[in-house]
Nanobody, 117 residues
Framework: QAQLVESGGGLVQPGGSLRLSCVAS????????MGWYRQARGMERELVAV???????IYAQSLKGRFTIYIDNAQKRVYLQMNRLKPEDTAVYYC???????????WGQGTQVTVSS
């Protein structure tokens, strides 16, 4: 059974940084891309970033320069480094995996990120 487990969320002050981590496990779990999406309260889920096993990336345009996604293929882990966080980054962040470029076949449970002073 495919499983994605996120970690690293929490409360951070504006301007701070957080790193999210996600590990994939389970047999017959086939994917060539992993990603991060987020959903703020009352909003639709939106793409944050996706990365292929070959290192190609897609970012939400508004987040480029502040967020960085990277992947460890051997460990089946994907990370999201978030810098200069803003209150509007507050959301539940979901790890995903699947086919390039949406990587949206499998989902984690989500981890809350709250940016507040």
């Amino acid at each position: 059974q495919a499983q994605l487990v996120e970690s690293g969320g929490g409360l951070v002050q504006p301007g701070g940084s957080l790193r999210l981590s996600c590990v994939a496990s389970g047999s017959a779990f086939s994917f060539n891309a992993m990603g991060w999406y987020r959903q703020a309260r009352g909003m639709e889920r939106e793409l944050v970033a996706v990365i292929s096993s070959g290192g190609n990336t897609i970012y939400a345009q508004s987040l480029k320069g502040r967020f960085t996604i990277y992947i460890d293929n051997a460990q089946k882990r994907v990370y999201l480094q978030m810098n200069r966080l803003k209150p509007e980054d507050t959301a539940v962040y979901y790890c995903s995996a699947g086919s390039w470029a949406s990587a949206s076949d499998y989902w984690g449970q989500g981890t809350q990120v709250t940016v507040s002073s």
